[in-house]
């Protein structure tokens, strides 16, 4: 895989991790004050999400990586037999 692939890989496997993290832990908040939208989190923890997807999309991209220079499959061959 060449570096730029790798860097889309690895940032589209950031987003989709990050996506999917939002939505853990969030409680709604109680007490909603007036002006306040009521869905909104009390806490998003929004840096400890960055961090663990980060560390999560980094151990799929080695994953991805591992898959395509192994040549188990080529992307390549698959497109001439169609």
Known sequence: MSVAA???VYILL???TFFMA???GV????NVELGHDTGAPTK???WTKVIATTLIAL???FGVNA???AELFSFREMSKSM
Do not use: D, H
């Open 6 to 8: 790798g860097i889309v």
């Open 14 to 16: 950031w987003w989709w």
């Open 22 to 24: 939002l939505p853990i």
């Open 27 to 30: 409680k709604r908040n109680s």
């Open 44 to 46: 998003a923890y929004l």
């Open 59 to 61: 151990i799929l991209w």
């Open 67 to 69: 898959l395509i220079t």
